[in-house]
Each structure stands twice: as C-alpha cells, then as structure tokens.
C-alpha cells in the first residue's frame, strides 16, 4: 500500500446504468480504505447498506501491535 493505484483503479470503474443496484466490497489498507469508501458513498452516492469496506491492514503496522 505504497501507491494510490488500487483505489484510482476502483474510481475509474465505469457504473451500470442508474437505478441499477449496486453491492460493493473492498478489503485494503488503511489510506486506500478512506478514498475508495469516500468514492463510493460521497462520489457515487451508494446507499450504506449496499457498501462494505473494512480496513485488513495499516502500512507501517506490524501484525499484532
């Protein structure tokens, strides 16, 4: 998690059509965490429910501390 390529690469995903729903799963690093879950609710404007983002890791963070 030293470059921002996963997360650009999750803003630039084209989106089906509007009413289509949409389910969205993302497990990353802390910093992409923030831009992709900012992407999705504040940018796509996808409903809550329909959003799950969990952060698996921090860079610079050993397992266990």
Do not use: N
Request: proline fraction near 3%; charged fraction near 25%; aromatic fraction near 8%.
């Amino acid at each position: 998690g030293t470059t921002t390529q996963l997360a650009d690469a999750v803003c630039a995903i084209a989106m089906p059509p509007a009413g289509t729903e949409i389910c969205a799963f993302a497990g990353v690093e802390a910093d992409a965490f923030k831009s992709i879950r900012h992407h999705w609710r504040e940018v796509l404007k996808l409903d809550k429910k329909d959003v799950l983002s969990s952060i698996y890791w921090r860079k610079g963070i050993a397992e266990g501390d």
